[in-house]
């Protein structure tokens, strides 16, 4: 970390500072400049006590982070890609990953009707809430158990694997038991309580990017999983909040190259929060796995329409098989296959 001393303080407050900076534990080098001092002081950030409380001296102009907070998610840590096995479906590799489904697991003729369609069409995992994190305590909040129950039925019939929403810490054991990936939502991005719940149960996590999350802030909150024991971990980028309104969210495709810069984990976008427009789905998909995204999340539903969550944004499954006919070039381009 870096002191900034304000200019003008005398040599007597100057050495205050660099005995503040010894006593945390780290070996203060001082430079003085012919304005201004700093004091670079050196040492691990994240096994010493932050510095940046010395902002309350008020010979203190500003403290400089100079590590990032993350070290197990940086690519540092590991150069090589992760690649994570969901029980035999590779996610990071050479292969680009379908996980398609409703937004809200409704009833078995829906799930299934929808799980058959997305297998036809290619996809491998198949996803759907069980329990939905609504706006409103008066929308469909999902069919909890139930629902669970039914992603079981439709995993024993179809073979694709399962990825569903765990909305609290109450529910990582039930839910982890009916599913081969957790999905932590945008609304509990930074729920630490909840992702140590879920770095413990041991299944691969799915982390979407929070509403308003910036990407250092994202990076943290993987850590917290791989930390608390859990490298099978995939970031999911769904669209921020911003001015925009032709748009639901603004989806952040820079996120896919700044993650595969800063973290050797895999990254999946899901392009139906995303947008929140099922007309726009099949070009962000196709922008997506250009830029090398490892996976996509898409909405799926037999009649959009008469969807109980997010009808504007689900493709049918025509439109999905559509696009999944059209994903080859794309994937192509950056070595990989659908
Ligand atoms: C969803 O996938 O249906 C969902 C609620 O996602 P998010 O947490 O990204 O809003
Ligand atoms: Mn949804």
Known sequence: MI????????????????????????????????????????????THQNLESLDALPQVEKVLR????????????????????VDGVKIGGGKVVIMAGPCSVESEEQLLTTARA?????????????????????????????????????????????????????HVEHVAASADILQVGARNAQNFALLIECAKSGKPVLLKRGLCERIDEWLCAAEYLLAHGNPNVMFCERGIRTFETYTRNTLDLSAIAIIKQESHLPIIIDPSQGCGRADLVRAMCKGAVAMGADGLLIEVHPNPAEALSDGAQQLDPRGFEQLMGELGPFAAATGRTV
């Open 3 to 46: 002191v900034v001393i304000k200019p003008g303080t005398s040599r007597p407050l100057i050495d205050e500072v660099i005995a503040e900076v010894q006593k945390l534990g780290y070996d203060p080098r001082p430079i003085f400049g012919t304005e201004q001092t700093v004091v670079a002081a050196l040492g691990d950030e994240r």
């Open 66 to 85: 100079v590590q990032k907070r993350h070290k197990l998610v940086a690519r540092q840590a590991h150069p090589e890609n992760s690649v994570i096995d």
């Open 118 to 170: 997305v297998k036809a069409a290619g996809a491998t995992i198949l996803r759907g809430g069980a329990y939905k994190p609504r706006t409103s305590p008066y929308e469909f909040q999902g069919l909890g158990k139930e629902g669970l129950a039914l992603l079981q039925v439709a995993r024993r019939e179809t073979g694709l694997k399962i990825i569903t929403e765990v909305l609290s810490e109450a």
